[in-house]
């Protein structure tokens, strides 16, 4: 070493100690139940020219208080030395020095202990070794260094007994961990304990990663006046690179926290760093705090910038989120809706069921429907009469409990027939009117007349009309049933429309009044439509109808 080197060499070394003993930075934590110091280290030209004694303050609620070593049995005062033994809880706050003209304050945070470590968290120093290079730890305290009586390493709090201190080796990826190196003081006869933990990853070699902050490169957060916030800035870097941050407007109230860093895989690093700014103003608002990482492999810089809730843009993950929600929805709805379209009579014959409805119990009227069918027809026509005179009453009588009023059943002969149509039809909540190319004859044209009126002009009833065969043309039909035609027309298909579960007998009891009875069901499931006995018998009323004519 060359002569020139060597007090260049002391030089750092006493500049070093210096900055260990002194507490140079303004915001410091503590360990609670240890002992700390806050020591201020003044030039030679500020000791010559201030005279003044020198006093120790805290600021207290009600103003500052000066502190003296009767102020409480754990604190000490030496000149520019403040000494607590040890600190608690309730030493959090800021203390000054003030000498003469001159002050320095210093804003203390004294950290819990944790019952299960024997660390805390928040006071551990970071180091980084290359694996196969010196791993050095020495365990040294520069301020109570001459009280120390017993010093031990731990490493994740276990004890390291069999190790010469200071730890000096090669560096292997089984000594990655927490080196706790802990320190016992005596102090006017009593025990203290004085903890340094460094966090020791090893790692393999340089890495080439290039520098990146995550998230986009311009970040706005909605803020309240008067609250504290927290800029959380995040990178990936490698293990030479670090991270700052920089403020174009320093308002007094922003302060930069500690680095984390956590190793990957492959060399690669992620960093963190906490800009915290308390009592937000309108001076922080709309500037712009930049978050720089830097390495030998490049630079990336990320701004945040602060704006009141009310002013806000809606985030675009949040938007993005709430488009797919509100489509998903929609898609919902529109399936339902067209369930609903195809399936409508089934859901409605189910409410029915499950609520127990009933349209029948207050209207005064004695029949649930009036049936109008083909009187005087051919004998060819006996389908259709049986269809109007047997099927139907078997099917809506005797399995779903409605009661139903057919001529030929219900008339009583030798009344007026006049009368006795408009009576039925109006005592009748529903006219079916069995419909075919032969049905408008004189028989039926005084029933089909009553129950338009009925349906038209006094709104008391409402017509179903059954095809029972097809027809193309229904010019023959009034101009007013041919517009009611559209509505409520059921096409009755003799072989899809045998079981009791058919789309038919479904769209008929749909267009038939609610009712709450509970009918006796038959085994089968399957109706008879036509029994061979019922059309012969047809047929027979039929002949003879038509020769007594």
């Not at 006996?382 to 009661?403: C, D, M, N, S």
């Not at 009126?453 to 010019?475: Q, Y």
Request: one cysteine or more; glycine letters at 6%.
């Amino acid at each position: 070493m060359h002569r020139g080197q060597l007090p260049l060499t002391l030089l750092v070394l006493v500049f070093k100690s210096t900055l260990e003993i002194c507490r140079i930075h303004s915001y410091i934590n503590a360990v609670e139940e240890e002992p700390f110091y806050l020591k201020y280290c003044s030039y030679s030209s500020e000791r010559e020219n201030d005279t003044a004694p020198t006093k120790w303050h805290r600021n207290e609620s009600h103003g500052p208080v000066e502190l003296s070593s009767s102020s409480s049995p754990r604190i000490t005062l030496h000149d520019y030395v403040l000494e607590f033994w040890p600190v608690k809880l309730n030493d959090s706050g800021s203390y000054f020095l003030q000498m003469g003209n001159h002050t320095h304050e210093w804003k203390l945070n004294v950290i819990r202990r944790s019952k299960d470590s024997c660390y805390a968290k928040k006071q551990v120093t970071s180091k980084t070794v290359e694996v196969g290079k010196s791993l050095l730890i020495r365990c040294e305290d520069s301020y109570y260094q001459k009280l120390v009586n017993r010093t031990s390493l731990y490493k994740n709090c276990e004890e390291m007994k069999d190790t010469n201190l200071p730890l000096k080796k090669n560096a292997e990826f089984n000594d990655q961990g927490y080196y706790t190196c802990m320190f016992v003081i005596h102090h006017n006869g009593k025990p203290f304990t004085v903890t340094k933990t460094y966090n020791i990853t090893i790692f393999e070699g340089h890495s080439n990663v290039v520098p990146a902050i995550l998230g986009d490169d311009l970040h706005r957060v909605g803020v309240e006046l008067g609250k504290d916030v927290e800029l959380n800035c995040s990178a990936v870097l490698n293990e030479n690179g670090f991270i700052y941050w920089s403020v174009h407007n320093d308002s007094g109230n922003v302060h930069e926290e500690k680095e984390t860093k956590n190793k990957h895989s492959k060399g690669k690093w992620s960093v963190s760093r906490i800009l915290k700014i308390e009592n937000v103003n309108e001076n922080n608002l709309n500037v712009f705090y930049n978050c720089t990482v830097f390495s030998e492999k490049g630079i990336d810089t990320k701004s945040f910038t602060l704006l009141k809730k009310d002013h806000l843009d809606i985030p675009g993950h949040v938007f993005t989120r709430g488009m797919i929600v509100a489509i998903w929805l929609s898609g919902v709805v529109v399936c339902l809706v067209i369930v609903g379209v195809i399936y409508r009579v089934d859901l409605a014959l189910f409410y029915r069921r499950f609520m127990g409805r009933d349209e029948t119990l207050t209207d005064g009227k004695t029949y649930d429907a009036f049936v109008s069918y083909l009187k005087g027809c051919q004998p060819e026509d006996g389908e259709e009469h049986t269809f109007a005179v047997k099927t139907l009453p078997r099917v809506l009588e005797e399995h779903f409990g409605y009661k139903l009023c057919i001529f030929e059943r219900d008339v009583v002969p030798g009344g007026a027939v006049v009368d006795e149509i408009q009576s039925l039809i109006e005592q009748s909540r529903r006219l079916i009117i069995v419909l075919s190319k032969s049905y408008m004859s004189s028989e039926v044209r005084y029933e089909l007349e009553s129950g338009l009126h009925e349906a038209l002009v006094e709104r008391k009833i409402k017509i179903i009309l059954i095809e029972f065969t097809p027809v193309n043309d229904f010019t023959f039909l009034p101009q007013s049933l041919r517009l009611l035609k559209s509505h409520r027309v059921l096409k009755w298909q003799a072989d899809k429309s045998r079981s009791y579960n058919s789309r038919f007998w479904k769209n008929l009891l749909y267009l038939m009044p609610a009712k709450a009875v509970k009918p006796c069901r038959e085994k089968s499931k399957v109706l008879p439509i036509f029994h061979i006995a019922d059309l012969q018998e047809s047929r027979e009323v039929l002949v003879l109808q038509r020769l007594s004519g």
